[in-house]
């Protein structure tokens, strides 16, 4: 069993080591990910009117530099000093501040925020329910919690599956890379050892991502009354967006998937989590 401590100092090292790299390495930084993610902040903003942000687990800034534009005040946490380093805290209209702290302890009074964000950070993390509970505690009654970019448990189990000895095609064959040897990539790329990743992520690489049913009855129990998750990025969705003949289709396959849900979920690489208090 990983422990807590190992959880925490394994994510410092591994982030401190990629501060430097994070926004021109990282995938969801990629244009598309950028639009996406800000058609879903945009819709948030106008369902619930939301002005105060707390981003958790910030980073380098993804988030922040999305919702700025959006919010008149963002606080943002997260446990790396050089990844915060990286943040442009500057906006003439917004207030940001951005400051160490763990997401089991969040230094804020109670009903505070009307929107909190964790993008790529609940697979990061020792333990969901504590979080969940701190996160419900410093949002004001009918803010909204939004997650998005963690792994489905239901397609990391079908990728795990398939022998790696069969060939299969190249969207397939790149997931299984990606689910089975992200280590291998680190090691090689930046001479990150590969249990440094596996402990840093040890919901994602051991326990092997979340299911629905679960991830929707911790928010439950933390007190939220209204969970909804939804399934991203199908597997093949990216090179269908970037090739011209296929990405007028995009849209309507993701919704047939959609559709289909729960016997496509295995075709969904992540979940994103919108929860009201």
């Known amino acids: 069993m990983i422990s807590k401590k190992e959880v925490l100092e394994s994510n410092i090292e591994l982030h401190a080591r990629l501060s430097k790299v994070y926004k021109s390495t990282e995938p969801h930084y990629r244009p598309e990910n950028i639009a996406k993610i800000e058609t879903v902040l945009q819709g948030l903003v106008r369902q619930s009117g939301a002005d105060m942000l707390l981003d958790i687990g910030c980073g380098a800034g993804f988030i922040i530099d999305i919702a700025k534009k959006y919010f008149k005040k963002i606080r943002g946490v997260d446990i790396t000093p050089e990844m915060i380093q990286q943040i442009d805290t500057n906006h003439p209209e917004c207030d940001i501040q951005v400051q160490l702290a763990t997401t089991e302890d969040l230094p804020f009074e109670n009903n505070q925020f009307n929107m909190?964000?964790?993008?790529?950070?609940?697979?990061?993390?020792?333990?969901?329910?504590?979080?969940?509970?701190?996160?419900?505690?410093?949002?004001?009654?009918?803010?909204?919690?939004?997650?998005?970019?963690?792994?489905?448990?239901?397609?990391?189990?079908?990728?795990?599956?398939?022998?790696?000895?069969?060939?299969?095609?190249?969207?397939?064959?790149?997931?299984?890379?990606?689910?089975?040897?992200?280590?291998?990539?680190?090691?090689?790329?930046?001479?990150?050892?590969?249990d440094l990743l596996l402990k840093s992520e040890h919901l994602k690489h051991i326990s092997g991502g979340f299911k629905e049913e679960d991830i929707t009855q911790m928010l439950e129990d933390a007190g939220f009354s209204k969970v909804q998750i939804i399934y991203e990025w199908f597997i093949g969705e990216g090179n269908m967006i970037h090739d011209e003949s296929l990405s007028m289709h995009a849209d309507a396959t993701r919704n047939f998937l959609h559709e289909c849900l729960p016997l496509t979920r295995h075709l969904f690489k992540y979940i994103r989590v919108i929860a009201t208090k």
């Open 116 to 194: 909190v964000t964790a993008y790529a950070v609940l697979h990061h993390l020792h333990d969901l329910s504590p979080v969940f509970n701190e996160i419900y505690r410093v949002m004001k009654p009918g803010g909204v919690f939004y997650s998005d970019l963690d792994p489905n448990f239901y397609f990391w189990d079908s990728i795990k599956l398939l022998s790696e000895k069969q060939k299969y095609s190249a969207f397939v064959e790149r997931e299984i890379y990606a689910v089975k040897h992200k280590d291998q990539e680190l090691e090689d790329n930046f001479d990150i050892d590969k």
